[in-house]
């Protein structure tokens, strides 16, 4: 097993290699605007997983998808070229849901805040259940004396 620095290290590195390779071109039209965002590789090295994300509609995600596994012979071999292992690890590409995750995640924040907004407004029309103020006050003869039996304890 490899030292989990050296996979960090060789995933960065397998990232740079795919993402420089997609942005020079790979002659396929059904291959849109693509990102790699993450790279992870076992730790003996011999297996990488390329997340990626494609903008654009479902079916464009679908081509891509299509163009980068009929790719992944051609990409493999570059890696192969420009890292420095004694074997080169497979390739595999799955699509990454962080678009989709952060357009569920910005609609569960507008949900709250509705929510949030609707209990303000029904606080705000509400009334007490009994007197707006339930504490006793020292109003009363009985609370005065025992006040002032508190205050002076050598008068009696």
Do not use: W
């Not at 740079?16 to 076992?42: H, M, N, S, Y």
Request: glycine share 6%.
């Amino acid at each position: 097993m490899a030292d989990p620095q050296r996979a960090r290290k060789m995933a960065d590195r397998i990232q740079e290699i795919v993402a420089r390779r997609l942005d020079k071109g790979i002659r396929d039209p059904r291959l849109g605007f693509v990102t790699i965002t993450e790279v992870q590789v076992t730790g003996d090295l011999q297996h990488a997983s390329v997340f990626y994300t494609v903008y654009g509609s479902d079916e464009e995600r679908q081509d891509t998808a299509a163009a980068l596994k009929s790719a992944t012979g051609m990409l493999r071999s570059e890696v192969g070229k420009n890292i420095t292992a004694r074997l080169t690890p497979t390739l595999e590409f799955i699509a990454d849901a962080v678009p989709e995750n952060a357009a569920h995640i910005d609609a569960l924040l507008a949900e709250a805040r509705d929510r949030d907004a609707a209990a303000r407004a029904q606080a705000s029309a509400a009334s007490y259940a009994g007197d707006a103020d339930p504490y006793r006050h020292d109003d009363d003869e009985d609370s005065a004396d025992v006040v002032t039996r508190q205050a002076d304890p050598g008068s009696e």
